[in-house]
């Protein structure tokens, strides 16, 4: 499986829409970003693609959204969420409000604990 790699101009429009809330943490995934409110990711970057993960009614208005679909690998999409109109680049603050949404959903959802890290035997 073949993973885009987010150019920076895409790195910049995707940090763009991100809200300025001191809980929100970005890191690097798969040569791409995520973005992570308690450790749990409510954006992501996918090559060009923006996807964020939405309320199922939320997701729904999303999807009825021409330009809006699956958001990650062909074929094997990320459950839960969408990809952004890629049409909407020119209008970002429509972006950022889904972002938003995406954040503050999220946001509601149970911390997610980190794993402890298991040292690895070496042979």
């Not at 150019?7 to 995707?14: I, L, Q």
């Not at 839960?80 to 890629?86: D, K």
């Amino acid at each position: 499986m073949q993973i885009p790699k987010a150019t920076e101009a895409d790195r910049e429009y995707f940090r763009s829409l991100l809200p300025a809330d001191p809980a929100v943490e970005v890191k690097p995934m798969f040569g791409n970003l995520g973005a992570f409110v308690h450790g749990n990711m409510f954006a992501g970057l996918f090559g060009p693609d923006v996807g964020v993960r939405l309320a199922e009614e939320a997701r729904a208005e999303l999807a009825a959204m021409t330009g809006a679909g699956p958001f990650g690998p062909e074929g094997r999409p990320m459950g839960g969420y969408l990809s952004l109109p890629a049409g909407w680049r020119g209008t970002p603050s429509t972006g950022a409000g889904w972002v938003e949404r995406a954040f503050a959903y999220v946001a509601t959802l149970p911390a997610k604990e980190k794993k402890a890290r298991v040292p690895r035997k070496r042979a």
